[in-house]
Every structure is written in C-alpha cells, then in structure tokens.
C-alpha cells in the first residue's frame, strides 16, 4: 500500500510537471480587446481556437473609451496581455518600446502592402485588422417613398443625388416635415452626446472638415498640424441639420448612447443615422428589429464644400494589433500563430466574415464571403469614381482634445454656449494638446 502512495504521488508529480511543460511549450493568447460591440463573436472565437489547438486563449474587453486606462493597467500585471491594440501614431509613440518587430511575420506576408501597418525605422510593428468606413447610413425604402411622394418640396428622386450638402438638406427638411406621412419619428436617429458615446461626432464627424481645412496635404505620420478650424460653419451646417431633424429635442443628447441611436434607426423610427460599416451587428441584431438587410446602405457625410460631390465615405484603418515583446517568446509564438490562423484558416476567416464582420487588408481574405450589406454599398461608391476621404482624424493630437470637443458640443446642442465658443475654444485646446506631442516626436 505505500508502495502504490508513493507511485501515485510520484505520477501526480509527473502529471503535474508534464502540464507545465506543455503550457510553457505552446503558450498562451491574452487578447486585450478594443471592440466592445464584437466582444461576444471575439469570446467565440476565442473558445473555438482553444478548442481546436488546447492553447488558453483569452479575450479581455476594454470599456468603451477607456482602453488606453485598460491597457496601461493591464500591462503592469504579471499575466500581460500578449496581443495589444494601437489607434493611433500617438498611442503607437507612447507603446512602441511593447511592440515586437513584426515585418518578418507570417501575418505580415498575408498584406498586399504596407499601408495599413504602423511602422518605425521601416519596420512593422502594428498591422490592421479592420479596414473601416463611415459616413451616414440609410434606409433606402424609407427614402425611395419620400422619392415617390406626391407634393415633394425637392425635386431630388434618388439617392444618387445626396452627394451635396444642399440637396441633402432640402431633402432632410422636407423629410420632417412629413414625417408623418413616411411613418417616421424623424429623419436622423439621436445625436448620442452621452460622454464616451460622443465619438461619433467629437471624431468622425471632424474628419470631413479637417480633409479640406489641411488642403489633402496629409501626412498621418508626421508632426500634428496648426488647426484653425477653417471649416467650422461647414461642420455647424451638419451637426445642425442632425439635431434639428432628430427623432428626439436637442436638449436631450446628452441622455442618449451609440445604442439608442442605431436601436432607433434598426426599428424603423428614423432613416438616417451616422455610422460605420461595423455597426451592421447593432442593426441586425436589434430585438424586432424592421429594416430589411437590402434596404441597408451608405450615403456620404456633406458639409457645403465645393468638390464634395467628387468624395466618397471616410475609409481607413482606426486600429493596428501589436504583439506584447516583453511576453515570453512562447506567448508571442502562440499569439502570432492564432492572429495567422484567425486571418487564413477557414474557420478562422468564416469568423472574421460572419461574426465579426470585418474587411481587412489581407489577401488571404479575398475569398470570404459577407453578408454585410454595408460592405456592398461602400463598393457601389467606390465603383461611381468616388474618392474616399483618408482618416484626417489619426492628427487629432490627443483624447483630450476630442472629450473637450465632445463636451462643447453637447453644451452648444443643449444651448448652453454659442457656437463661437465652441470654435474658439476647440481652437485653443488644440494647439496646446498638439505643442505637448510635437514636443515627443
């Protein structure tokens, strides 16, 4: 009976030992997710690639606009994560010393070139999975019978002809006012001005504006740019066409999250809302939710410029994946390896295509199939000619800059300060955000 004790601790001990050896052979994922709204399809992925490999793989979600606060904490833990996320050539600056060269890498080959990497020195050290767009989105049944309404005040009768600012907004008012008649609250969804549901107008909607002002003389690597706002009655004539057509009074954006918004728009209350191609999920995912797929389409953002008519949706890459360095080159491995089986694989690109619905700039991705309407609209407008705007907004100098915008705006929507203010304060707080990171570079 000792005898079998001693041979069973000594196999308990070898099992033991086996395991650990094993774990530190193959290594571990932890994946620090950027992307709330693709959290559940990331946690299935996630299980699947465990499944499949018996490599731990982990998804952790960072709140919606905290994650630099979510990164920065998580890093100072002794389990780190091994896959990371940049958004931008200051975040990229501030974690470049975490990031490990992956020009060399299997993923990198999956590229057709470099430009959706972040590079240092010529070398890789961030690549994009998501190439996103956005511009207004719209319910094209809804607007086909505004097109088709007797007593019309435009004579606009198709959607071909949104790409102005002025036929946009006689359209949008003669919307409202009758509203009852197309079966609608109101023509766009609610301006979400809930502080960290902002992003939509503190960020997106600047792109548009920042494109003209630095005249397509753009180099999103360099130093940040003098802001004069030049355009700032051009991006006052959109925001206010949103707020004064809404479903809901001004006064009261400040209540209402990126949720409600396109929770209106996926219920049929509305038949615009500005977003992007990755909220295809939030709209067909809506609980008795009525628009139909098909119907599902892209316009792009006008603000009154001359040669607007020319530009498509704002196109481009928000986020790059970096691999932890300092990881052991066990879980840099293990990490590397499920990045390539995720982008390559045919479960793994079923996942990216299906679930969590990105376009992305590999190769190995050309024969996924979508079921993102979205994705299709985005090629209509590329194939009219249309040029897409490249993503001015990565020369935002900082998250401060954008939450004092936001909060501006929300104080000029609920008609606390003048419009003057805003502009002069965005102004102000720019050129101190941007002094502090040229200083850096």
Same mark, same amino acid.
């Given at each position: 009976m000792k005898k079998f004790s001693i041979l069973l601790v000594i196999m308990l001990l070898f099992s033991m030992f086996t395991t650990a050896v094993t774990a530190e052979e193959t290594g571990s994922i932890y994946f620090l997710n950027y992307k709330p709204e693709v959290t559940e399809a990331f946690e299935k992925i996630a299980k699947a690639y465990q499944d499949e490999t018996g490599v731990p793989t982990r998804?952790?979600?960072?709140?919606?606009?905290?994650?630099a606060q979510t990164l920065t904490k998580e890093m100072d833990k002794e389990e780190a994560p091994t896959i990371f996320v940049v958004d931008s050539p200051l975040m990229f600056s501030q974690w470049q010393s975490y990031t490990a060269d992956l020009t060399d890498s299997k993923l990198a080959s999956f590229l057709a070139d470099d430009t959706y990497t972040m590079k240092a020195d010529d070398k890789i050290y961030g690549i994009s999975y998501a190439l996103e767009a956005w511009g207004i989105i719209v319910n094209?049944?809804?607007?086909?019978?505004?097109?088709?309404?007797?007593?019309?005040?435009?004579?606009?009768?198709?959607i071909d002809d949104l790409y102005t600012f002025a036929n946009l907004k006689a359209v949008v008012e003669d919307m409202q006012a009758n509203k009852d008649k197309?079966?609608?609250?109101?023509?766009?969804?609610?301006?979400?001005?809930?502080?960290?549901?902002?992003?939509?107008?503190?960020?997106?909607?600047?792109?548009?504006?920042?494109?003209?002002?630095?005249?397509?003389?753009? !180099? @999103?690597?360099?130093?940040? =740019?003098?802001?004069?706002?030049?355009? +700032? $009655?051009?991006?006052?004539?959109? /925001?206010?066409?949103?707020?004064?057509?809404s479903i809901i009074d001004r006064k009261l954006v400040g209540q209402k999250t990126v949720s409600d918004s396109m929770a209106e728009f996926s219920l049929g209350k509305c038949a615009m809302v500005q977003n992007g191609d990755w909220s295809w999920g939030q709209i067909t995912?809506?609980?008795?939710?009525?628009?139909?797929?098909?119907?599902?389409?892209?316009?792009?953002?006008?603000?009154?410029?001359?040669?607007?008519?020319?530009?498509?949706?704002?196109?481009?890459?928000?986020?790059?994946?970096?691999?932890?360095?300092?990881?052991?080159?066990?879980?840099?491995?293990?990490?590397?390896?499920?990045?390539?089986?995720?982008?390559?694989?045919?479960?793994?690109?079923?996942?990216?295509?299906? !679930? @969590?619905?990105?376009?992305? =700039?590999?190769?190995?991705?050309?024969? +996924? $199939?979508?079921?993102?309407?979205? /994705?299709?609209?985005?090629?209509?407008?590329?194939?009219?000619?249309?040029?897409?705007?490249?993503?001015?907004?990565?020369?935002?100098?900082?998250d401060q800059w954008k939450s004092n915008y936001g909060a501006n705006l929300l104080a000029y929507a609920q008609e606390q300060i003048d419009w003057e203010e805003v502009v002069q304060l965005a102004v102000e707080d720019w050129a101190i955000e941007a002094e502090i990171v040229n200083a850096t570079k």
């Open positions: 998804v952790v979600t960072a709140a919606s606009g905290t994650y094209k049944d809804i607007l086909n019978k505004y097109f088709e309404m007797e007593g019309k005040a435009t004579e606009v009768s198709s197309l079966g609608i609250e109101g023509v766009f969804a609610s301006t979400s001005m809930k502080p960290g549901d902002d992003w939509r107008f503190q960020t997106h909607l600047m792109n548009t504006p920042l494109y003209w002002e630095f005249d397509k003389d753009i !180099d @999103l690597a360099g130093e940040i =740019p003098s802001f004069e706002f030049k355009y +700032a $009655e051009n991006f006052k004539n959109i /925001f206010d066409l949103y707020l004064n057509n995912g809506t609980e008795g939710t009525v628009v139909k797929p098909e119907d599902i389409g892209f316009i792009p953002i006008t603000i009154g410029v001359e040669g607007e008519e020319e530009m498509g949706l704002s196109v481009g890459a928000s986020q790059y994946m970096c691999i932890n360095k300092n990881a052991t080159e066990a879980n840099q491995k293990a990490s590397l390896e499920f990045l390539e089986w995720l982008f390559s694989s045919d479960m793994g690109k079923e996942f990216v295509a299906k !679930d @969590l619905q990105f376009v992305t =700039p590999f190769t190995t991705m050309a024969d +996924a $199939e979508y079921t993102n309407y979205l /994705f299709a609209s985005e090629n209509e407008i590329t194939a009219k000619g249309k040029k897409g705007y490249p993503w001015v907004v990565s020369l935002i100098p900082s």
